[in-house]
């Protein structure tokens, strides 16, 4: 089988937006570094947002093409949009919460920044779950708690910020009193059909995985299977770096300049059971590679 094919199919994606998703992962990196000078900038909210959600998308595009890309990104923000508009009208799925206008144009009550931020890491996150899991339902699940994490972070953060608020934030986790436990359970479910929304659109025509195990190349006893080996870790190296570096940085944000260190230990614990994993596999990596005798 030559490098590009699997199992008899072309690659599709494009090299080109592969590449363009560094810069714009290096761009965000650049402005989420600034946020320790400038934490309550909304320029900077903004760019963060915008260049992560593209990097989202070309780094999609790199691995499954162009319109699979945009196609992403624009199903993560029209069910964004449905789900976030139902919940200010009625309450579901999240609770009873409004948006103040602090984070700019509105659409349907809904601020549209918001649309994007969904896509900055439920790419990442569909993309770490598919590394960690095998079975479809396991990877949705998965990245579904990987999504549903960021947010004990995130939510805290715009609370805070003045963003949005609850009308009833009781009952609450107990280190982030502010924050219901509808909300969570939306997000879970929400990020349930997002997860089922990349996995239909990017999934079948991605590579490989990165991260697959010796049981990707070869079958029961040990015998040798007809597959290709995993894309080299490159590859998905991208949404990797984006996730971790949301872990660390939102711990790093929480126990300094935004002094909530209840908030660090519990979006530290619950990021920390997806990102830890990720880490040691990143790690064992070159090792495992060498071993199989993969490229």
């Known amino acids: 089988m030559s490098a590009p094919a699997v199992a008899g199919r072309q ?9 363009l998703a560094w810069l714009t992962l290096a761009g965000g990196l650049a402005v989420q570094s600034a946020f320790a000078l400038m934490p309550d900038d909304i320029g900077l909210t903004v760019a963060s947002v915008v260049l992560f959600a593209l990097t989202a ?10 319109w699979r890309g945009a196609a992403m990104l624009a199903g993560i923000a029209a069910l964004g949009l449905v789900a976030e508009a139902l919940g200010v009208a009625t ?11 602090g984070l700019g144009p509105q659409v349907l009550g809904v601020s549209a920044l918001v649309l ?25 699940l998965v990245g579904a708690w ?15 910020a003045g963003n949005w608020g609850w009308a009833h934030p009781q009952p609450a986790l107990p280190l982030t009193p502010d924050i219901p436990l509808t909300n ?7 990020s349930v059909l997002m997860m089922l929304l990349i996995e239909a659109v990017v999934g079948r025509a991605a590579r490989p995985r990165a991260l697959t195990g010796p049981r990707a190349l070869t079958g029961p006893a040990g ?13 998905y190296a991208v949404p990797y770096v984006v996730y971790v570096w949301t872990w660390l940085t939102s711990i790093a944000g929480n126990l300094s300049f935004w002094d909530r260190p209840n908030v660090a230990l519990a979006g530290g614990l619950a990021m920390g059971v997806i990102a830890v994993p990720l880490l040691v596999l990143v790690l064992r990596e070159p090792r495992r590679r060498r071993r199989i005798g993969a490229p």
């Not at 998308?57 to 162009?66: E, K, T």
């Not at 969570?184 to 929400?190: K, L």
């Not at 015998?223 to 590859?235: F, K, M, N």
């Open 223 to 235: 015998s040798a299977r007809a597959t290709s080996a995993p894309e080299p870790l490159r590859t």
């Open 146 to 160: 990987a999504l549903t994490a960021w947010d004990v972070f995130l939510d805290t953060q715009m609370v805070d």
């Open 91 to 101: 309450g579901f799925p999240f609770g009873e919460y409004a948006y103040t206008g």
């Open 11 to 19: 690659r599709t994606g494009s090299p080109l937006a592969g590449r």
């Open 57 to 66: 998308m070309l780094h999609a595009a790199g691995v499954a093409g162009w």
């Open 184 to 190: 969570y359970a939306g997000w879970f479910g929400v």
């Open 116 to 140: 994007l931020a969904w896509a900055t890491l439920a790419y990442p996150a569909w993309v770490v779950a598919r590394t960690l899991v095998r079975p479809t339902w396991a990877v949705v």
